[in-house]
């Protein structure tokens, strides 16, 4: 599957940025999709997960600020990210993988190109 993320950009810290993750597979719903991110000089850590049955997680360092989310319809996931930090600064890839919802990079075979987000004090 192919993976198309967008809706990144320069924000200030507190402020919010939803990012959109466009695939190109008719079987859309039967993925489960990731977002993970990668800081300069960091590994890449994992960010959110939903299934096909829309049961998401979060990483402990976004719970209650961002929201993972998808339109099966659009064939789109969706990460919505509320109360910036400069923390959150990175390249932020979406993923895909066949079954459950994983949150280990490596269990997901298809990448988006990656989507940079940068908060500003």
């Known amino acids: 599957v192919q993976l198309q993320a967008s809706g990144g950009g320069l924000v200030q810290a507190g402020g919010s940025l939803r990012l959109s993750c466009a695939a190109s597979?008719?079987?859309?719903?039967?993925?489960?999709m990731g977002w993970f991110r990668q800081a300069p000089g960091k590994e890449r850590e994992f960010v959110a997960s939903?299934?096909?049955?829309?049961?998401?997680e979060n990483a402990d360092s976004v719970k209650g600020r961002f929201t993972i989310s998808r339109d099966n319809a659009k064939n789109t996931v969706y990460l919505q990210m509320n109360s910036l930090r400069l923390e959150d600064t990175a390249v932020y890839y979406c993923?895909?993988?066949?079954?459950?919802?994983?949150?280990?990079?490596?269990?997901?075979?298809?990448w988006g190109q990656g989507t940079l987000v940068t908060v500003s004090s």
């Open positions: 993923a895909g993988r066949l079954g459950r919802p994983a949150r280990t990079a490596g269990e997901y075979g298809s």
């Open positions: 597979v008719s079987s859309f719903g039967s993925y489960s």
């Open positions: 939903i299934g096909w049955n829309m049961w998401a």
